[in-house]
């Protein structure tokens, strides 16, 4: 009884705050530079340049700051080695986070809250195919600077977080080449296991620069930062940084 009325609680205060609150509808496109180290793949580590597509929702108020974003990640890495071997790379991901003013201080506003984070990436590279995913429970820290919601005066508008796992989830697969299929008699599906940090170990940060059009609408531009450790049966590392550029409908 007493965790439902704490949920009707919760309800009830984004709901108000819902009424206070500017929302946006983020869409564009970025590159950044990854790399990835799969201990059943292979011992080298691969990196290069990808692309991806992205899009969101958002909602700014006084006391609680929402953001939620989507992207497919694509492109080609590289082992860097003599004899140079490419392997081709999708990437898809989720985060979604609430977080609630704790302090003010002039411009600046500070939050805290959770982050659900989602992701699925896959490798391939001739018959080797691999691929591992995982959904992170996290706590995170953020902050505004020039809030829309406090302050309507400046054309410029920033942004951070910062997040640190909890708990999570992941997948990995036993046997990953479809060259092995069929010919080990020991071969098993893809297994799961629920990890706590730091067996799983997935830290992303993200600040964000927003001008002010003139019309309600911003033009994004953003530095993000993620590093990823899945140590569950063949570890794998990955790692990514780069710049992303947005157009944030404005919808109220």
Request: with cysteine; glycine share 10%; hydrophobic share 35%.
């Given at each position: 009884?007493?965790?439902?009325?704490?949920?009707?609680?919760?309800?009830?205060?984004?709901?108000?705050?819902?009424?206070?609150?500017?929302?946006?509808?983020?869409?564009?496109?970025?590159?950044?530079?990854?790399?990835?180290?799969?201990?059943?793949?292979?011992?080298?580590?691969?990196?290069?340049?990808?692309?991806?597509?992205?899009?969101?929702?958002?909602?700014?108020?006084?006391?609680?700051?929402?953001?939620?974003?989507?992207?497919?990640?694509?492109?080609?890495?590289?082992?860097?080695?003599?004899?140079?071997?490419?392997?081709?790379?999708?990437?898809?991901?989720?985060?979604?986070?609430?977080?609630?003013?704790?302090?003010?201080?002039?411009?600046?506003?500070?939050?805290?809250?959770?982050?659900?984070?989602?992701?699925?990436?896959?490798?391939?590279?001739?018959?080797?195919?691999?691929?591992?995913?995982?959904?992170?429970?996290?706590?995170?820290?953020?902050?505004?600077?020039?809030?829309?919601?406090?302050?309507?005066?400046?054309?410029?508008?920033?942004?951070?977080?910062?997040?640190?796992?909890?708990?999570?989830?992941?997948?990995?697969?036993?046997?990953?080449?479809?060259?092995?299929?069929?010919?080990?008699?020991?071969?098993?599906?893809?297994?799961?296991?629920?990890l706590l940090f730091p067996k799983h170990?997935?830290?992303?940060?993200?600040?964000?620069?927003?001008?002010?059009?003139?019309?309600?609408?911003?033009?994004?531009?953003?530095?993000?930062?993620?590093?990823?450790?899945?140590?569950?049966?063949?570890?794998?590392?990955?790692?990514?940084?780069?710049?992303?550029?947005?157009?944030?409908?404005?919808?109220?």
């Open positions: 009884m007493k965790y439902l009325l704490l949920i009707l609680l919760t309800f009830c205060f984004c709901q108000t705050e819902a009424q206070n609150s500017i929302f946006y509808l983020p869409i564009g496109f970025g590159i950044s530079h990854y790399q990835a180290k799969d201990e059943y793949n292979s011992p080298l580590r691969y990196r290069g340049w990808v692309s991806n597509f992205h899009l969101g929702h958002e909602q700014y108020s006084r006391n609680v700051m929402q953001q939620s974003n989507y992207a497919y990640h694509f492109g080609s890495v590289q082992n860097g080695a003599k004899h140079k071997n490419s392997m081709g790379l999708t990437r898809g991901s989720g985060t979604a986070h609430v977080l609630f003013n704790f302090q003010s201080e002039r411009q600046f506003d500070y939050f805290i809250g959770t982050t659900l984070k989602i992701q699925f990436s896959s490798r391939s590279s001739g018959k080797l195919f691999n691929f591992d995913g995982a959904g992170t429970l996290a706590i995170t820290v953020g902050a505004t600077y020039n809030n829309p919601i406090n302050d309507g005066s400046s054309r410029w508008f920033y942004d951070g977080t910062a997040s640190l796992p909890l708990i999570g989830w992941g997948i990995r697969p036993r046997f990953a080449s479809l060259a092995y299929v069929g010919e080990i008699s020991g071969f098993r599906s893809s297994s799961h296991v629920f170990f997935d830290i992303d940060a993200r600040f964000n620069a927003n001008w002010d059009m003139g019309n309600g609408n911003l033009l994004r531009g953003s530095y993000r930062w993620w590093f990823y450790d899945s140590k569950y049966i063949h570890r794998v590392r990955a790692m990514e940084n780069g710049f992303d550029f947005s157009l944030l409908t404005r919808l109220n």
